[in-house]
């Protein structure tokens, strides 16, 4: 809504001249810097791309739409097993588990707290984690901006370069745009 609240005043109100596709990636980069605000804590441990993992993207990957906090807790295993990885290690880090999912957002109670029932609050903030674990280029086709794309590729980002799932950035643009 703020992006489209750009562009009409940006227009004086008017909703002909209102562009559309202008109001679309505004919403999506507005959407991109907050999600990686969930990810920042991650981040400052070497536990996402600068570390050459995407813990919480190869997490999240796995789960179904809604789960427990026993199969959260077993993904999280299983993936910090995979890279022989211990986070509770990490200065300044409290550890990868429920509650770090919990409190970072990038999970949440469904109904009542007594049924033990999880998801993630906003869809496109898994896709958005998930996107994440292929890279700089794969973030840029999640993100549907040809300039960011453009740049990317100028570093050298491999425009065939498959994530964890063998998904292509075309198969991550095709999925969100």
Not at 87 to 109: C, K, M, W, Y
């Amino acid at each position: 809504m703020s992006a489209l609240g750009q562009d009409l005043i940006r227009t004086n109100g008017d909703l002909i001249q209102v562009n559309y596709e202008r109001v679309k990636l505004t919403s999506m980069q507005s959407r991109t810097r907050y999600y990686g605000t969930r990810l920042t804590p991650f981040e400052k441990v070497g536990l996402k791309q600068g570390g050459g993992h995407n813990l919480p993207g190869e997490i999240m990957a796995g789960l179904d739409k809604n789960f427990g906090s026993e199969a959260i807790e077993e993904r999280i295993s299983q993936t910090l097993q995979k890279y022989r990885i211990d986070p509770a290690s990490q200065e300044g880090f409290d550890g990868v588990n429920f509650d770090t999912f919990l409190r970072n957002g990038l999970i949440h109670a469904i109904g009542d707290q007594n049924l033990k029932v999880y998801h993630c609050p906003i869809p496109s903030l898994k896709s958005y984690t998930v996107a994440s674990a292929g890279g700089r280029v794969h973030l840029a086709a999640y993100g549907g901006n040809e300039q960011s794309m453009r740049m990317v590729l100028g570093m050298g980002e491999d425009l065939n370069g498959q994530d964890p799932w063998c998904r292509t950035p075309l198969h991550i643009a095709a999925e969100n745009n």
